[in-house]
């Protein structure tokens, strides 16, 4: 947890700050924008002529505090852009867009400027500081809240080669599974942005506020959406594509132009069924997957060379060098410290299956590690045993009776002794109760007893970040309190 009390705070007057050109509500101009330029999106798009008009009749409160960051010799604001920006139109109302300087003008005859000239900002050590603060004020009820664009895109600014997503995830209170899929949401969004569209369909998709990027977010993370597309993404959410390049432009123009019009939304796509539906209907725009190539993210946006067919896919490892993706699904850093030499033994079996030879065994391995690491709590720490007393007293069980994995999957989400992240715990209660999710339970079931039913790697990948931030805790032997008898 980050101590806030060691942040320097200093008033400073508003002129000297900056509004930040990384806001993610300000949407993709094609290059950094300048401060007028983000004053004038602000204006447009986030309520600030209100916002100004509330500090010009009230004053500004003494309890705000600006967060700011001292980046390349220049005070920017990270967190308070529109209070920020509020300020500056009243002392310098001519910033403001032509067609409202005159609004804007009457409410800074209304005030003191000198009232206005200094504001009070607390200075993080680094955006990375700042983030866990961003992301709960903006995910919350406090402040007007970013569209789902929005925050993918702040999200994608924190993460640097030299990044750790578990310790990313932990620091900002969400799972890893929900940091990768925002990761998703913002590659394929810059993406949408720089495809050749109408210029009717380029307004609204540049636009975070007026482009429906809940329905995108729909299609990232439904398979069946990414491998018509003939796309993968690696496990910090940057695309690999397996096509010719212009065969997926085509397809995926359609998607992003069919998203912009309002042809289909979160409605229309609710469910696995309806994707599936809606791919159907592609027709002549259904991209040829005979046509093989390879591009990437960075590629697509001009930041790289598309690989060649004999480049194998690598990631920076922050250190001037690569390194190749994990072969196998548990990290290294994941250790098993229980008694059970069974569960060892699937563990270390586990550890060696790589995920792209072998997606059947490490979908039914995952399956049963799992199943053991929580039926190994819950005995060990007693919490079984009502479940056990009820189902042998109430429902006429048998002393033969064990509990489901489900069933102790919804005992552990309710148990808060075990620390998840409330994004993680949220993620595991819709796998438990949603067998329509993509990364349900009964998916994870079907692995098992349905021989119509096969794993991918990449569904693999994503149930075990899924699953980690509960496993990863049950690993260790647990905290017997006293007076408990042990199984041992």
Same mark, same amino acid.
């Given at each position: 947890?980050?101590?806030?009390? =060691?942040?320097? *705070?200093?008033?400073?007057?508003?002129?000297?700050?900056?509004?930040?050109?990384?806001?993610? @509500?300000?949407?993709?101009?094609?290059?950094?924008?300048?401060?007028?330029?983000?004053? *004038?999106?602000?204006?447009?798009?986030?309520?600030?002529?209100?916002?100004?008009?509330?500090?010009?009749?009230?004053?500004?409160?003494?309890?705000?505090?600006?967060?700011?960051? &001292?980046?390349?010799?220049?005070?920017?604001?990270?967190?308070?852009?529109?209070?920020?920006?509020?300020?500056?139109?009243?002392?310098?109302?001519?910033?403001?867009?032509?067609?409202?300087?005159?609004?804007?003008?009457?409410?800074? +005859?209304?005030?003191? @400027?000198?009232?206005?000239?200094?504001?009070?900002?607390?200075?993080?050590?680094?955006?990375?500081?700042?983030?866990?603060?961003?992301?709960?004020?903006?995910?919350?009820?406090?402040?007007?809240?970013?569209?789902?664009?929005?925050?993918?895109?702040?999200? @994608?600014?924190?993460?640097?080669?030299?990044?750790? %997503?578990?310790?990313?995830?932990?620091? %900002?209170?969400?799972?890893?599974? !929900? %940091?990768?899929?925002?990761?998703?949401?913002?590659?394929?969004?810059?993406?949408?942005?720089?495809?050749?569209?109408?210029?009717?369909?380029?307004?609204?998709?540049?636009?975070?506020?007026?482009?429906?990027?809940?329905?995108?977010?729909?299609?990232?993370?439904?398979?069946?959406?990414?491998?018509?597309?003939?796309?993968?993404?690696?496990? @910090?959410?940057?695309?690999?594509? =397996?096509?010719?390049?212009?065969?997926?432009?085509?397809?995926?123009?359609?998607?992003?132009?069919?998203?912009?019009?309002?042809?289909?939304?979160?409605?229309?796509?609710?469910?696995?069924?309806?994707?599936?539906?809606?791919?159907?209907?592609?027709?002549?725009?259904?991209?040829?997957?005979?046509?093989?190539?390879?591009?990437?993210?960075?590629?697509?946006?001009?930041?790289?060379?598309?690989?060649? +067919?004999?480049?194998?896919?690598? *990631?920076?490892?922050?250190?001037?060098?690569?390194?190749?993706?994990?072969?196998?699904?548990?990290?290294?850093?994941?250790?098993?410290?229980?008694?059970?030499?069974?569960?060892?033994?699937?563990?270390?079996?586990?550890?060696?299956?790589?995920?792209?030879?072998?997606?059947?065994?490490?979908?039914?391995?995952? &399956?049963?590690?799992?199943?053991?690491?929580?039926?190994?709590?819950?005995?060990?720490?007693?919490?079984?045993?009502?479940?056990?007393?009820?189902?042998?007293?109430?429902?006429?069980?048998?002393?033969?009776?064990?509990?489901?994995?489900?069933?102790?999957?919804?005992? %552990?989400?309710?148990?808060? !002794?075990?620390?998840?992240?409330?994004?993680?715990?949220?993620?595991?209660?819709?796998?438990?109760?949603?067998?329509?999710?993509?990364?349900?339970?009964?998916?994870?079931?079907?692995?098992?007893?349905?021989?119509?039913?096969?794993?991918?790697?990449?569904?693999?990948?994503?149930?075990?970040?899924?699953?980690?931030?509960?496993?990863?805790?049950?690993?260790?032997?647990?905290?017997?309190?006293?007076?408990?008898?042990?199984?041992?």
């Amino acid at each position: 947890m980050s101590d806030y009390s =060691k942040w320097a *705070e200093r008033p400073m007057m508003v002129t000297a700050l900056l509004l930040d050109p990384k806001n993610p @509500r300000i949407p993709e101009l094609g290059s950094e924008p300048s401060q007028r330029e983000i004053v *004038e999106k602000l204006v447009e798009h986030d309520n600030v002529y209100e916002l100004t008009r509330d500090i010009a009749d009230l004053g500004f409160f003494p309890t705000e505090v600006l967060i700011g960051i &001292r980046e390349d010799g220049k005070d920017i604001i990270v967190e308070g852009n529109r209070r920020l920006a509020a300020l500056k139109l009243l002392i310098s109302p001519d910033l403001a867009p032509e067609s409202v300087a005159k609004k804007f003008r009457a409410l800074s +005859e209304r005030v003191a @400027r000198s009232a206005m000239a200094k504001v009070r900002v607390s200075f993080a050590p680094s955006r990375e500081a700042a983030a866990p603060l961003i992301v709960n004020r903006h995910t919350g009820l406090g402040v007007q809240r970013w569209k789902p664009a929005q925050q993918a895109k702040y999200l @994608r600014t924190l993460i640097t080669p030299e990044s750790s %997503l578990e310790d990313l995830a932990k620091q %900002l209170g969400m799972s890893k599974t !929900d %940091l990768i899929n925002n990761l998703k949401t913002d590659t394929m969004y810059q993406i949408a942005c720089s495809l050749d569209l109408s210029p009717q369909v380029t307004e609204v998709v540049r636009s975070p506020r007026d482009f429906n990027a809940s329905v995108l977010e729909r299609l990232v993370q439904s398979t069946d959406a990414m491998d018509f597309l003939g796309v993968e993404f690696d496990d @910090r959410g940057n695309l690999r594509g =397996k096509i010719d390049e212009q065969e997926f432009r085509k397809a995926y123009g359609r998607m992003v132009t069919d998203i912009a019009s309002g042809e289909e939304d979160t409605r229309s796509l609710n469910k696995s069924d309806d994707i599936k539906k809606y791919l159907r209907k592609f027709g002549s725009d259904a991209p040829n997957k005979k046509r093989k190539g390879r591009f990437t993210s960075d590629s697509l946006l001009g930041r790289a060379a598309a690989p060649t +067919e004999h480049e194998s896919s690598t *990631e920076p490892t922050g250190r001037g060098g690569t390194r190749r993706d994990s072969t196998t699904l548990i990290p290294s850093g994941i250790k098993c410290r229980l008694d059970s030499p069974r569960i060892n033994d699937v563990f270390r079996e586990l550890r060696k299956l790589k995920v792209r030879d072998f997606p059947n065994s490490v979908g039914v391995l995952l &399956r049963i590690f799992a199943e053991m690491v929580l039926y190994n709590y819950l005995e060990k720490t007693k919490k079984i045993d009502p479940l056990l007393e009820k189902a042998r007293t109430k429902d006429n069980k048998g002393k033969e009776w064990s509990p489901s994995f489900r069933q102790m999957l919804n005992l %552990l989400l309710s148990d808060n !002794d075990i620390p998840i992240p409330p994004l993680a715990r949220k993620g595991l209660n819709k796998m438990a109760s949603d067998d329509d999710h993509p990364l349900s339970l009964d998916k994870l079931d079907q692995f098992v007893h349905n021989h119509y039913v096969a794993p991918t790697e990449g569904e693999l990948r994503k149930l075990w970040a899924l699953l980690q931030p509960l496993l990863a805790p049950l690993l260790q032997e647990p905290h017997i309190p006293s007076g408990v008898k042990t199984t041992k």
